[in-house]
């Protein structure tokens, strides 16, 4: 059974910084896309930004490039998503996916929600003054 533990959310200032944490269980990091996804309340989910563990690859959605950063811990099945000057409309729940291997995605492909095969749960991040 595939099980996330997400962590990291909370509330912080605009401008300010915060690094979700996804602990993945029941897949191994030799092949496989962790991603992250957001949803805020009357919106559709989106894709924030993914990591594919076997070349590292990394994507990101346009609005947050530049100030929010992805990486892996293989050795701990950990991924981390680093938020730099966070806006008000970086607020949302904040999921974990993951797609199991063979892992076939791309630039085009990598926020679509379809492909990944299991979610966590959330955590929110809430941008306010």
């Known amino acids: 059974e595939v099980q996330f533990v997400e962590s990291g959310g909370g509330l912080v200032q605009p401008g300010g910084s915060l690094r979700l944490s996804c602990v993945v269980s029941?897949?191994?990091?030799?092949?496989?896309?962790v991603a992250w996804f957001r949803q805020a309340p009357g919106k559709e989910r989106e894709g924030v930004s993914c990591i594919i563990s076997k070349d590292n690859n990394t994507y990101y959605a346009d609005s947050v490039k530049g100030r929010f950063f992805i990486s892996s811990d293989n050795a701990k099945n950990t991924v981390y998503l680093q938020m730099n000057r966070l806006k008000a409309e970086d607020t949302a729940n904040y999921f974990c996916a993951a797609i199991r291997p063979p892992v076939s995605i791309g630039t085009s492909t990598w926020p679509n929600t379809w492909e990944y095969d299991y979610w966590g749960q959330g955590t929110q991040v809430t941008v306010s003054s």
């Open positions: 029941g897949l191994t990091f030799d092949d496989v896309a």
